[in-house]
C-alpha cells in the first residue's frame, strides 16, 4: 500500500472511531454532528467528505464493521464449542462479551435497528439477515450430525436471533449488574425454542406409536 493510501485509511480509521468515542448511553448516532467527529477524529470538517459522503455514510460502515466482527466471533463460538457448554450458551457468552467489551458499538448494532434513519436501519436488517444466515446453516450441520430434524430452520433462526438482540437490548438497559440474569432468561428461551422446533418436526412420527427421543443441539433429551 501507498503511503497515501495508508494515510487515506488511518484518517478513515480515526473518523470511525472518533464518531464511537463520542457516542455514549445518553447518546445515539443522530445527536452526533459533522463538525465535532472531524475535530475528535483531528481533521477539518472540509476533508471528512474524502472519506465518506455524510454521516450516515460512516455509520453504515461502523454497523457493517461491528457485524462482520461480530459474526466471525459468532460462528467461531458455534464450531469450536466446548460439549460441557452447548452450543446455546457458547453462543450468548460469545454475544454478551461483545457487548462488554465494545460499549459504543453494542449500542449502533442493537439501539439504532429501531432509531435510526431508513438507510441505517436498512443496514441494520441487512447485518441481521448475515446472522440468520450463519445460523441456519450451522443449525442444520448439528442437527444432521446428531440425527435430529429441526422443522423450518430459517424461521427458527430468525427467531433465535430476534431473541438475542432483544436480550442484548435488555441488557443494556439493565446494566453490569444485571447481564448475568438476562443471559441466563436468554439461554432457557433459546433452548425452549430449538427443543420446541425440534418436537414439531418430530411429531407425525408419534402416530407410528415409535418412541422418540428429543436431542437437544447442547446434548441429552426427552423421551416419549
Same mark, same amino acid.
Given at each position: 500500500?501507498?503511503?497515501?493510501?495508508?494515510?487515506?485509511?488511518?484518517?478513515?480509521?480515526?473518523?470511525?472511531?472518533?464518531?464511537?468515542?463520542?457516542?455514549?448511553?445518553?447518546?445515539?448516532?443522530?445527536?452526533?454532528?459533522?463538525?465535532?467527529?472531524?475535530?475528535?477524529?483531528?481533521?477539518?470538517?472540509?476533508?471528512?467528505?474524502?472519506?465518506?459522503?455524510?454521516?450516515?455514510?460512516?455509520?453504515?460502515?461502523?454497523?457493517?464493521?461491528?457485524? @462482520?466482527?461480530?459474526?466471525? &466471533?459468532?460462528?467461531? +463460538?458455534? /464450531?469450536? #464449542?466446548?460439549?460441557?457448554?452447548?452450543? =446455546?450458551?457458547?453462543?450468548?457468552?460469545?454475544?454478551?462479551?461483545?457487548?462488554?467489551?465494545?460499549?459504543?458499538?453494542?449500542?449502533?448494532?442493537?439501539?439504532?435497528?429501531?432509531?435510526?434513519?431508513?438507510?441505517?436501519?436498512?443496514?441494520?436488517?441487512?447485518?441481521?439477515?448475515?446472522?440468520?444466515?450463519?445460523?441456519?446453516?450451522?443449525?442444520?450441520?448439528?442437527?444432521?450430525?446428531?440425527?435430529?430434524?429441526?422443522?423450518?430452520?430459517?424461521?427458527?433462526?430468525?427467531?433465535?436471533?430476534?431473541?438475542?438482540?432483544?436480550?442484548?437490548?435488555?441488557?443494556?438497559? @439493565?446494566?453490569?449488574?444485571? &447481564?448475568?440474569?438476562? +443471559?441466563? /432468561?436468554? #439461554?432457557?428461551?433459546?433452548?425452549?425454542? =430449538?427443543?420446541?422446533?425440534?418436537?414439531?418436526?418430530?411429531?407425525?412420527?408419534?402416530?407410528?406409536?415409535?418412541?422418540?427421543?428429543?436431542?437437544?443441539?447442547?446434548?441429552?433429551?426427552?423421551?416419549?
Amino acid at each position: 500500500m501507498s503511503a497515501r493510501k495508508l494515510q487515506k485509511a488511518q484518517t478513515r480509521r480515526a473518523l470511525l472511531e472518533a464518531a464511537l468515542s463520542q457516542m455514549g448511553t445518553d447518546r445515539d448516532f443522530a445527536s452526533l454532528s459533522l463538525r465535532e467527529v472531524a475535530r475528535a477524529a483531528g481533521i477539518a470538517p472540509t476533508s471528512f467528505y474524502r472519506h465518506f459522503r455524510d454521516l450516515e455514510e460512516l455509520g453504515i460502515s461502523l454497523v457493517e464493521g461491528a457485524a @462482520g466482527d461480530l459474526r466471525e &466471533r459468532m460462528r467461531w +463460538a458455534r /464450531r469450536e #464449542v466446548d460439549p460441557d457448554i452447548g452450543m =446455546v450458551r457458547a453462543s450468548v457468552n460469545t454475544f454478551m462479551e461483545y457487548l462488554n467489551e465494545h460499549a459504543s458499538l453494542r449500542h449502533i448494532l442493537l439501539r439504532e435497528r429501531a432509531v435510526g434513519t431508513p438507510a441505517f436501519r436498512s443496514a441494520v436488517k441487512n447485518a441481521i439477515e448475515g446472522f440468520v444466515d450463519d445460523l441456519s446453516e450451522d443449525l442444520k450441520r448439528v442437527n444432521e450430525e446428531r440425527g435430529t430434524p429441526i422443522g423450518d430452520i430459517r424461521l427458527v433462526a430468525e427467531t433465535l436471533v430476534t431473541l438475542v438482540l432483544d436480550g442484548g437490548t435488555a441488557a443494556l438497559e @439493565g446494566g453490569p449488574e444485571g &447481564r448475568e440474569a438476562v +443471559a441466563e /432468561r436468554l #439461554v432457557t428461551q433459546l433452548r425452549m425454542v =430449538v427443543l420446541g422446533a425440534q418436537t414439531m418436526a418430530n411429531a407425525r412420527s408419534t402416530w407410528t406409536g415409535r418412541r422418540i427421543v428429543y436431542k437437544s443441539i447442547d446434548g441429552g433429551g426427552v423421551t416419549r
